[in-house]
């Protein structure tokens, strides 16, 4: 099992209201990511970082928010819920830029938004 | 953009019984990698190809490269009902890893 944890595992919650995943890995790793996946279907991008300071968009355009103020931390934000943002999240991380890296994933989060 | 795509996307054995899982991708790469994923959890990670590499081994994963079809395959020996999960391919991006949508398997003990 990889280092890498998320928080919460299941998150149900009204629209409208603001939410924050949380992701941490103890690793050491630099780089770190955001996806979001619909069950049985493909892994899609929304954020990733190169290190402290550090955040891009990914190909998935996202109403999300994410920040890195720590090498092991990358909590990520939505101002305000929506039933569109219901999804299962993943964070993984990887210990170099390179796009070769093999990433490690968190357990994910489910999130409902009613 | 996703750039590997599995084939079949549903796959149903007997225990005991190989599983193959083929990937085709549109641009070159440098390396390829499968990774595994249980229900409702994160991925993976399987075994990495080299893209000067034609097939590999671990335990009872065989991995493949075809780098002018642009394809890989994934066979699992010997399946076991622990082996259900879905299983993704991956191609090294710009700036990223590319997951395809991934093979449903599904081994019936």
């Known amino acids: 099992e990889a280092d890498i944890y998320q928080t919460p595992r299941y998150l149900v919650i009204g629209t409208g209201k603001k939410i924050t995943l949380e992701c941490s890995q103890t690793?050491?790793?630099?780089?770190m990511y955001w996806y979001q996946q619909d069950p049985g279907m493909e892994l899609h991008l929304i954020h990733y970082?190169?290190?402290?300071?550090?955040?891009e968009k990914g190909d998935l355009s996202s109403e999300s928010t994410v920040s890195r103020i720590r090498t092991e931390h990358f909590p990520l934000t939505l101002e305000s819920a929506r039933p569109s943002h219901t999804s299962q999240y993943l964070c993984?991380?990887?210990?170099?830029?390179?796009?070769?890296?093999?990433?490690?994933f968190g357990p994910g989060t489910r999130l409902t938004v009613l | 953009s996703q750039q590997g795509e599995e084939d079949p996307q549903a796959l149903s054995i007997q225990e005991g019984e190989n599983a193959t899982m083929n990937c085709s991708y549109k641009?070159?790469?440098?390396?390829l990698q499968w990774y595994r994923q249980n229900s409702g959890r994160g991925l993976v990670h399987l075994i990495l190809?080299?893209?000067?590499?034609r097939e590999k081994h671990s335990g009872r994963l065989r991995v493949t490269l075809d780098t002018s079809k642009k394809s890989s395959s994934l066979l699992i020996t010997a399946s076991r009902a622990a082996d259900t999960a879905s299983y993704f391919c991956?191609?090294?991006?710009?700036?990223?890893?590319?997951f395809g949508a991934g093979t449903r398997l599904t081994v019936k003990p």
């Open positions: 993984a991380s990887s210990e170099s830029g390179f796009p070769t890296d093999t990433q490690y």
């Open positions: 690793m050491g790793h630099d780089k």
């Open positions: 970082s190169y290190g402290v300071n550090s955040t």
């Open positions: 641009t070159s790469i440098n390396n």
């Open positions: 190809i080299r893209s000067n590499e």
């Open positions: 991956a191609t090294d991006g710009e700036h990223d890893m590319r």
